[in-house]
């Protein structure tokens, strides 16, 4: 992939080789170009899919916007989606991790668990559907890591009647199988991508492939809030409605959270949570990528260990090696398997709005269990990694503020397409004693 005519660094910039020549410095100046923040973003892509990207810009400004296309979007997240999702107190959760309540004094979950299809991934996916009918296209093709961006698209084609294909990676095909026969059901094809990693990375790889030839007459529907411009944009807005909804129901019973958290992929349930608190200064936003095996192992931390670089047409953190090669990434999680990064958080990343931390499996799969038998909800593996933080978050946040702090964690998504390897990790074995039950009991009123 080259990059188009508009954006510097030409010849530096392709999809294997993410170097381009930056320096710190250049990636935290601030960027007033469109398709930009900060530094980061842009446009970095073969000139055949410059136009339909102009095409998606043009319609993100004046279609999305309009009222008509937010009135028939609106209708279709209430009555077809089940928004908004509820804000549901997780006080014995809160007392497991925090028994005498010295750092954590509530902790609410925004519920996109309860969307249909069981994550966040239907807002974006509905939405951009929505406007590829708009558009006139005639088919809708997607790529997919754990499988829910994949159900969510084949799930709006199926309801508003277009034909949809997904590309995943070989190895999700096999570690999100209940997913691939989701979308199967739903009239999708399910294309499986062999080369790479054979994971999220490549099989985007593919997809921007089969777009380049079919531009068109397709629209390619991106999961997250990466790719080029306008996708990273697109994407947050659509997924703003996260954000809102939390922020509103927060209002309503008196104040803003003290911080938000929220798992990080390519970034889009964070972002679209973040998006509604970055003008309230006191709130703290956290995002937790995947550490995978340890941060000097095998991991997809790429905004606490990448380095600036492009990747699927955006300029953002990647990991890569000394010569500009794209990493391989590594987490337990399909959804966060990703060596690349949503340029706004880059952004986020280096103002100093948002901070970044980074959990491991392990680390993810003790949260998964502590949130199951805390709060009665198996959540996404994904989503894990967000809980995992939320002791050090609690603990930074009150000693910065010198009393208990509020959290609002962003559940991206439910935990049904991960029981297999719940299962593999032992997490379902009965335990003689549960500890976190025994807390949680001791404590209870
Ligand atoms: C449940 C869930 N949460 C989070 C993610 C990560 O994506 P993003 O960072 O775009 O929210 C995924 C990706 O598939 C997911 O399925």
Redesign the pocket.
Known sequence: MGESASEPNVSEANESTGRVDSTNDEATSADPRPGYFGAFGGRFVAETLVPALEELTRATHDLVSSSDFQAELSALLRDYVGRPTPLSPARRLARVIDPRGCHLSELWLKR??LCHT????INNALGQVLLAKKLGKQRVIAE??????GVATATACAALGLPCEVFMGALDVERQAPNVLRMQLLGATVTPVESGSRT?KDAMNEALRRWVTHVRTTHYCV????GPHPYPSL?AEL?RVIGDEARAALMERGAPPDAVV?????????I?VFRAFLDDAEVALYGVEAAGEGLTARHAATLTLGQVGVLHGARSKVLMDADGQILEAHSI????DYPGV?PEHAALQASGRATYLAATDAEALAAALEVARSEGIII?L??AHAFAKLREIAAREAARRGRPVSLLVCV???GD?DLVTYQAAGLGAPPREDPVRSAVDQEAP
């Open positions: 996109e668990d069981g994550a966040h991934k997919t890591g754990a499988g829910q961006h999220l999961g997250s809030a990466a994407v997924q929220a798992c990080i992929g390519g970034g889009s349930n964070a679209g999680s399909a959804g966060l949503g996404a994904e989503t991206s998504g439910r397409k």
